[in-house]
C-alpha cells in the first residue's frame, strides 16, 4: 500500500481560510461578516445623517451628563461594532485580547444607551427620589453584569492564519442581555402610564388599549415622548429576543455573539434618535410648553404636592367644560439642556 494514502486529502484552497473550516461553519462565518458589516455601514449612515442635529444640540455651553451619556452611547457603540468587525475579517495577533477590548465597548455601549432613558423616565417622574432610586438600582444592577461580558467570549485563530472565531460563549454571558431587555421593558410601561395616566380615552378596556397605544387625547409634545418609546422599544424588542434566544441556543459559539452585534448597534442608533427629537422638538401647542423653567413656575399650581425643584410632568385631569390639561416636562433632567 503506498503510504502517501493514508494522509489527508490536501486542502482546496490553502490560501483561504474558510478552507480551514468545515463547510457549514464556513457559511456561518461568511455571514456573521456580513452582519457586522451591515451593522457597522448601518450605523455609520445613521452617524453622518445626524451630524447637523448633533451640531445643534451641543450648542449649549454647559456639558450636562446627559450629552456625556449621549456620546458615549454613540462613540463606544461604533467602536463595538467596528473591533467585532475586525476581529472577523481582519488580521490580528491576539484573538482574545482583541476580544477583551470589544467586552469594554459593550460595557460602555450598554450602560450609556441604557443611561439615556433613566435620565428620561427621571424626568418624566419629576426627579421623584423613589423612581430615581428604582430606576437607579436597575441601571447600576446592569453596569455591573455588563462586566460578564469581556472574559466571556473566548477565541482562537482559524488554522495557521491569523483570522481569528470565536470558540466558546460562557453561560453566564446571556445575563446583561436578558437584564437589559427586561430593563427596557420597564422604563417603556413606567413612561407610558405616566404619560397617558390622565389622559387615556374609552370606557372599555379595548378602547382604553388603543389610547394607550395611540395617545389619543394628550397634547403634542405628550404624545411624542409616549410615541418615541414606542418607536425605540417596538424597534428593539424583537432583536433583543433574537440575541437573547441564541445565546441559549444549542447552535455554534459563531451565532451566540453573532446578533448581539446588529442588537447594540440598533438600541443606540434608536436611542440617540429619540434624545434628539426631544431635545431639539419643536412643538407648537397651546397646552404644552418646551420651556421647562418657565412652565413649571406658570403650572405648579395644577399639581400639589410637588417641591419647588421637582419640575416632572404635571398633569391636569381632563374635564369636559374645559380643553386638556398642560404638560410639563423637565428637559433639564430628560436631555440636558436648559436656559444658560
Known amino acids: 500500500m503506498n503510504a502517501n494514502s493514508t494522509l489527508p486529502p490536501p486542502l482546496p484552497n490553502p490560501f483561504t481560510v474558510l478552507a480551514f473550516l468545515p463547510p457549514t461553519l464556513a457559511s456561518q462565518y461568511q455571514a456573521a461578516i456580513y452582519v457586522f458589516v451591515a451593522s457597522v455601514s448601518a450605523l455609520s ?47 490580528v495577533v ?14 460602555v455601549a450598554v450602560s450609556s444607551t441604557s443611561a439615556l432613558f433613566f435620565f428620561r423616565v427621571k424626568g418624566v417622574y419629576g426627579n421623584d427620589k423613589y423612581v ?5 438600582s436597575l441601571w447600576f444592577t446592569l453596569f455591573a453584569l455588563s462586566f460578564l461580558v469581556p472574559p466571556a467570549v473566548r477565541g482562537t485563530h482559524i488554522g495557521d492564519t491569523q483570522r481569528c472565531i470565536v470558540t466558546s460563549v460562557a453561560n453566564y454571558a446571556p445575563t446583561p442581555v436578558v437584564l437589559n431587555t427586561i430593563i427596557d421593558t420597564i422604563v417603556f410601561l413606567a413612561i407610558s402610564l405616566r404619560i397617558t395616566s390622565y389622559s387615556i380615552e374609552g370606557d372599555t378596556f379595548t378602547q382604553s388599549v388603543k389610547s394607550f397605544w395611540s395617545g389619543d387625547g394628550l397634547p403634542k409634545f405628550s404624545k411624542s415622548l409616549l410615541q418615541g418609546g414606542q418607536l425605540y422599544y417596538s424597534a428593539t424588542i424583537g432583536l433583543n429576543i433574537v440575541a437573547v434566544v441564541m445565546l441559549f441556543a444549542p447552535v455554534p459559539a459563531l451565532f451566540h455573539a453573532m446578533f448581539s452585534i446588529p442588537n447594540i448597534a440598533l438600541e443606540s442608533a434608536m436611542a440617540t434618535r429619540v434624545f434628539r427629537s426631544i431635545r431639539l422638538g419643536t412643538i407648537d401647542d ?37 380643553r386638556q390639561g398642560a404638560v410639563t416636562v423637565d428637559m433639564t433632567d430628560m436631555t440636558g439642556s436648559g436656559e444658560q
Do not use: H
Not at 453622518?48 to 450636562?64: H, N, P, Q, V
Not at 430615581?132 to 437607579?136: D, E, I, Q, R, S
Open 94 to 107: 491576539n484573538c482574545n485580547a482583541l476580544l477583551c477590548a470589544i467586552g469594554g465597548c459593550y460595557v
Open 45 to 91: 449612515w445613521d452617524w453622518l445623517m445626524s451630524l447637523t442635529e448633533e451640531f445643534a444640540m451641543c450648542r449649549s455651553r454647559k456639558l450636562r451628563l446627559p450629552i456625556v451619556a449621549y456620546f458615549l452611547s454613540r462613540v463606544a457603540t461604533i467602536a463595538y461594532c467596528t473591533l467585532a468587525l475586525v476581529f472577523q475579517s481582519g488580521r
Open 286 to 322: 397651546a397646552a404644552t410648553t418646551l420651556n421647562a423653567k418657565s412652565a413649571t413656575s406658570r403650572n405648579r399650581s395644577i399639581a400639589t404636592g410637588t417641591s419647588k425643584e421637582n419640575y416632572g410632568l404635571k398633569f391636569r385631569p381632563f374635564e369636559a367644560s374645559s
Open 132 to 136: 430615581t432610586a428604582f430606576f437607579g
